[in-house]
């Protein structure tokens, strides 16, 4: 059987470049020659609080951005995470050989945690790298395609892995990280320290999957660029430049060197059109065809429910195994 690779989104709000570029993009590349399972995770968006029919538009939302990206529901399962309960099951076993320390460190829920800090934040954010796990390990994943800023999670997966197996016997498969070169941490167009973030309150800050050309062409001449100028690739000295050439490869294909040498003598201005440009040529065929999707609900639907059987039945499998191993009913 061939390998088994597992991702998922939180149906909050839009998906933006960043998501596009550091998972979907990478998704769609992979199912060629992978067996894969892309799950909407609305059990890990609830650690945060969410409007109740909100978060249903959202999770179609993000059917749509999946299809739109072009992952193919012939060859991979998409789904929704809560209508699979063996996720919320598995997640809280893990949770038991999770240590607490171990999800003290994790800096999503640092940063996520906000300004009431650990005492307000809920404790599903605090648990949610254990939910993760479960996702992952339910289903024998064999690579698991993020961005960067999920790595931390990742690894901690890796480790719940191990411990379960070590003290229950072999259970799960232990899942590698799939992180590309150029692209895992797409930048805030507003501050080229933070990540492109869907809960960045600023609409300057992200380009979204359902942006209309003159949206696009806005946010980009907007975008902050640095002190120093030309359009060379430093990602230290010069890092809102460097987002912006990295976002310029993944819309052309250029190396940073072809971009480099494109732009030599030339001013920040005249690159900023040409990105805006290609991003728009780019991304135009994408927020078409997300519309499109969008548009019909029920073919949506009817994608979902192939998609819970498919998972539920290799989940449902596991479960039993789990459970036998851990000592749990009769
Ligand atoms: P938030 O920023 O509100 O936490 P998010 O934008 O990170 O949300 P998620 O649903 O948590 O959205 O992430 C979905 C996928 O997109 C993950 O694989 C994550 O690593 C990736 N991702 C998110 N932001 C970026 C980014 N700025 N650059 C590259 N990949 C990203
Ligand atoms: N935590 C991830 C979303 C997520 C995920 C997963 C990604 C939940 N479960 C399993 C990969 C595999 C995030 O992007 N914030």
Redesign the pocket.
């Known amino acids: 059987m061939k390998d088994l690779v597992f ?1 998922g ?2 149906p ?1 709000s839009d998906i ?1 470049l ?2 596009y ?3 979907l993009k990478q998704w769609t590349a992979i199912q060629n020659n992978h067996r894969c399972l892309f799950c909407i995770v609305d059990l890990h968006a609830i650690t945060v609080p969410q409007e109740p029919k909100e978060l249903r538009e959202n999770i179609l939302d993000a059917a749509a951005a999946y299809l739109a990206a072009g992952i193919d529901p012939k060859r991979s399962t998409i789904f929704v995470q809560s209508e699979v309960p063996e996720h919320a099951e598995l997640g809280w076993i893990l949770g038991t050989v999770t240590k607490m320390g171990e999800l003290e460190r994790m800096t999503q829920f640092k940063d ?1 945690s906000g300004k009431g800090g650990a005492e307000r934040a809920s404790a599903g954010l605090f648990t949610y790298p254990a939910l993760m796990a479960a996702d992952i390990l339910l289903y024998d994943t064999s690579a698991v395609p ?5 790595m931390q999670h990742l690894e901690l997966t890796r480790v719940i892995a191990r411990r379960f197996n070590e003290r229950f016997g072999n259970t799960f498969q232990v899942p590698a990280a799939l992180i590309q070169k150029h ?5 805030s167009l507003q501050d080229p320290s933070k ?5 960045d309150p600023s609409e300057l800050s992200k380009i979204l999957l359902s942006d209309d050309a003159d949206t696009i062409r806005k946010k980009i001449m907007r975008a902050v660029t640095d002190t120093e100028g030309g359009v060379s690739y430093d990602p230290d000295r010069k890092p809102a430049i460097a987002n912006l050439m990295t976002i310029f490869h993944h819309a052309t294909g250029k190396t940073m060197k072809d971009i480099e040498g494109e732009f030599e003598g030339k001013g920040y201005g005249d690159f900023k059109k040409a990105l805006a440009e290609a991003l728009i040529e780019h991304m135009a065929p994408v927020t078409k065809s997300y519309h499109e999707y969008r548009d019909n609900p029920n073919a949506l639907h009817k994608l979902l429910d192939a998609g819970r059987e498919t998972a539920q039945a290799l989940a449902t499998e596991k479960m039993k195994l789990v459970r036998q191993r851990v000592g749990l009913g009769r």
């Open positions: 991702s989104v939180q909050t933006h960043g998501n570029i550091g998972a996520k993020v961005g960067e800023d999920q692209g895992a941490r797409i930048m990540k492109m973030s869907k809960s």
